[in-house]
């Protein structure tokens, strides 16, 4: 299997996918690898990317909190934090962080309360049917943390991202996994254990596939799970250093075809392979 962060690894700077990349994609689609995007988007911004790749298949949306059908555009399993819990964390953030400001992903929609600031679209207002979707919620935290999330963002504006997310960390232990894929101060928060390489191990033993037999490459600190647990890790060149700390090899950077050049590479070692004997 191969295993692919998007935004600041197979995405280049601009937001595009290259050529090279889309045929890279589906050489090792046609060559029998099982490809997997797994991502911090949550599934109502992989519609572009399915248009993007031409990949169709199962994807890891919100850190390992949504494992989704990019084909169909349906959530097939989905890892939620209960609004009890959703309390607890906010206010337990809140209380050391009072600028704090918190935003939740639904699945398919996005509350957040006033205060909070975007730095991209929040959310298209179709998809790639057609078909409108729902507007995101704006209400007091009370109404946004009143339903289940898949994933809580919690933003401030004015700390330093690493100190944040570590701060985070420790005074969540146990009961919250806390990551980040912003060069900002902001926390993506999943339920307990739930990360990256959760949902590709979902994905990978449904094939029968094992953490040995997998390829993973990734540039931010949610990458780190998957990229400790698959068998061969990868970062881009402009790749966090918790990143670029624990990875076998480092490639060309997202802008400089990295993820194409790897899959290239891949694919020739493949071929050299010797046939395996007749059975």
Same mark, same amino acid.
């Given at each position: 299997?191969?295993?692919?962060?998007?935004?600041?690894?197979?995405?280049?700077?601009?937001?595009?996918?290259?050529?090279?990349?889309?045929?890279?994609?589906?050489?090792?689609?046609?060559?029998?690898?099982?490809?997997?995007?797994?991502?911090?988007?949550?599934?109502?911004?992989? =519609?572009?990317?399915?248009?993007?790749?031409?990949?169709?298949?199962?994807?890891?949306?919100?850190?390992?909190?949504?494992? %989704?059908?990019?084909?169909?555009?349906?959530?097939?399993?989905?890892?939620?934090?209960?609004?009890?819990? #959703?309390?607890?964390?906010?206010?337990?953030?809140?209380?050391?962080?009072?600028?704090?400001?918190?935003?939740?992903? %639904?699945?398919?929609?996005?509350?957040?309360?006033?205060? %909070?600031? =975007?730095?991209?679209?929040?959310?298209?207002? =179709?998809?790639?049917?057609?078909?409108?979707?729902?507007?995101?919620?704006?209400?007091?935290?009370?109404?946004?943390?009143?339903?289940?999330?898949?994933?809580?963002?919690?933003?401030?504006?004015?700390?330093?991202?690493?100190?944040?997310?570590?701060?985070?960390?420790?005074? #969540?232990?146990?009961?919250?996994?806390?990551?980040?894929?912003?060069?900002?101060?902001?926390?993506?928060?999943?339920?307990?254990?739930?990360?990256?390489?959760?949902?590709?191990?979902?994905?990978?033993?449904? =094939?029968?596939?094992?953490?040995?037999?997998?390829?993973?490459?990734?540039?931010?600190?949610?990458?780190?799970?998957?990229?400790?647990?698959?068998?061969?890790? %990868?970062?881009?060149?402009?790749?966090?250093?918790?990143?670029?700390?624990?990875?076998?090899?480092?490639?060309?950077?997202?802008? &400089? &075809?990295?993820?194409?050049?790897?899959?290239?590479?891949?694919?020739?070692?493949?071929?050299?392979?010797?046939?395996?004997?007749?059975?």
């Amino acid at each position: 299997m191969f295993a692919s962060d998007l935004d600041g690894t197979l995405v280049r700077s601009d937001g595009t996918v290259s050529d090279r990349t889309r045929a890279a994609l589906k050489a090792a689609a046609g060559a029998g690898l099982i490809v997997a995007f797994a991502t911090g988007r949550p599934p109502r911004w992989l =519609h572009e990317i399915g248009d993007a790749t031409g990949h169709t298949g199962v994807a890891v949306s919100a850190n390992g909190a949504v494992i %989704y059908d990019l084909e169909t555009e349906t959530v097939l399993r989905a890892h939620q934090l209960a609004p009890p819990l #959703l309390a607890e964390i906010t206010s337990g953030l809140r209380a050391v962080f009072p600028a704090v400001r918190f935003g939740v992903e %639904y699945g398919l929609n996005f509350g957040y309360e006033p205060g %909070y600031r =975007h730095d991209w679209e929040i959310s298209p207002t =179709h998809d790639r049917r057609g078909n409108p979707i729902e507007p995101p919620l704006v209400a007091d935290l009370a109404e946004i943390i009143s339903r289940p999330g898949v994933k809580l963002l919690a933003k401030h504006r004015e700390l330093d991202p690493d100190t944040f997310r570590a701060q985070a960390s420790r005074l #969540l232990d146990g009961r919250a996994t806390v990551t980040g894929s912003s060069t900002t101060a902001l926390l993506e928060i999943a339920p307990p254990g739930v990360t990256k390489a959760t949902g590709l191990a979902e994905i990978a033993a449904s =094939h029968g596939i094992g953490p040995d037999e997998v390829v993973a490459v990734g540039d931010m600190p949610n990458d780190v799970s998957m990229l400790e647990w698959a068998g061969r890790a %990868y970062a881009v060149a402009n790749a966090h250093p918790s990143v670029l700390a624990v990875v076998d090899e480092v490639l060309p950077s997202n802008d &400089d &075809d990295g993820v194409a050049t790897l899959i290239e590479a891949l694919l020739t070692a493949r071929a050299d392979l010797p046939a395996p004997p007749a059975r």
